[in-house]
């Protein structure tokens, strides 16, 4: 079965690249290498010893994604990560946000009308939920006014899969709403590569561990929960992927209960903030260099998942622990820099 992965040279792509290719699926990548490197594709070759064919393409060039279904007219699915994530960057610029995440998505749906089916898998993320008001969170719950274009391009390529799936009743389509992914491959091969100062928590940890970064800030501690930091729910990146091929199994053997589903992937487990750099210090025997500063814009107070619906429908459990997700993140950070 052949399968596309777009931004398959990416953070989750590249270890999604790896998940399928060791269950057999033959896949070929996208990606524009905005945010990654063809670094990546030695990684991904050395643990499965198998190259994934690869086109620089940019998702936004119709006439370039037009030529690629028509040379690849024998795609089996499509799981789709190439996108821009970086949450203040969208508020800087949110044409280019609206253009790189809804534009591209268009197109590779158009192409998938075109040929009549086509199993699709989208990237989106808890960032859907907003503050939700009950933890944990379910899929039933609502979609809140989003925070950010970022934000607000997740929702609306919800709606557009969605829409499309009404009219097309041969295009199937998974939305999986992630949970905050964390770590690396345990091979220490591939894992995150954030360019310049990383906005997330974990690589900025990592970062600070090793020198790189002097101090890691903690944006708020007055936050109404057990320690005062906000809460999110870690998942171990190789756990979300094996979701993704999950996810895409249950679509090919026609196991949907309908052409457009949503399912949350997270472990389930909530963790503060403080919580991680706890868990941090004790897998690399070490003191983290941190300071409380005032609250960052945007953020929730608490964003943890129910995956009961993951779990029974898609059989998939994360399996990971925060400490195991956050050794392999240290490891990688390690690696990366000897
Ligand atoms: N945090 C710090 N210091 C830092 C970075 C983060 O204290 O230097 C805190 C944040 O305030 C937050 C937690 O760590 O409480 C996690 O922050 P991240 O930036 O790692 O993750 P977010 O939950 O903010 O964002 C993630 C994804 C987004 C997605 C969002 C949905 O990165 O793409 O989840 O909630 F939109």
């Given at each position: 079965m052949k399968i596309l992965v777009t931004g398959g040279l990416g953070f989750i792509g590249s270890h999604v690249v790896v998940e399928l290719q060791n269950q057999g699926f033959e896949v070929i990548i996208i990606d524009n290498l905005s945010n990654s490197s063809e670094d990546v594709l030695v990684g991904i070759e050395s643990i499965t010893r198998k190259r994934p064919v690869f086109k620089n393409i940019d998702l936004r060039d119709k006439t370039s994604v037009l030529s690629f279904f028509k040379e690849y007219?024998?795609?089996?699915g499509v799981i789709h990560f190439a996108a821009s994530k970086a949450v203040g960057e969208s508020v800087e610029n949110p044409l280019l946000y609206y253009e790189n995440n809804l534009n591209t998505l268009v197109y590779l749906l158009q192409e998938l009308q075109k040929k009549g089916n086509g199993s699709f898998i989208f990237s989106s993320?808890?960032?859907?939920?907003?503050?939700?008001?009950?933890?944990?969170?379910?899929?039933?719950a609502p979609v809140k006014p989003a925070e950010s274009p970022y934000g607000n391009t997740k929702q609306i390529g919800e709606e557009i899969i969605r829409d499309t799936c009404k009219v097309s009743k041969d295009i199937k389509a998974i939305a999986l709403r992630y949970f905050n992914p964390i770590g690396a491959h345990e091979s220490v091969k591939i894992g995150e590569l954030p360019i310049?100062?990383?906005?997330?928590?974990i690589p900025y940890i990592t970062q600070t561990a090793i020198g790189l970064r002097e101090q890691l800030s903690?944006?708020?501690?007055?936050?109404?929960t057990h320690d005062g930091t906000c809460i999110r729910d870690y998942i171990h990146v190789v756990d979300l992927a094996k979701a993704h091929v999950v996810a895409l199994k249950r679509l090919i053997e026609n196991k949907?209960?309908?052409?457009y589903e949503v399912f949350n992937i997270g472990t389930g487990t909530g963790s503060s903030v403080l919580d991680v750099i706890k868990g941090f210090e004790k897998v690399s025997d070490q003191k983290l260099n941190y300071k409380i500063v005032s609250r960052r814009e945007g953020d929730v107070i608490s964003a943890f998942a129910d995956t009961a619906k993951a779990n029974t429908e898609l059989g998939w459990t994360a399996k990971s622990t925060l400490e195991e997700a956050l050794k392999s993140a240290w490891d990688w950070e390690q690696k990366i820099r000897s």
């Open positions: 007219n024998d795609i089996d993320s808890c960032t859907v939920y907003g503050q939700a008001d009950d933890m944990p969170i379910t899929e039933s310049g100062i990383p906005q997330n928590l903690v944006f708020g501690d007055d936050y109404p949907n209960k309908s052409n």
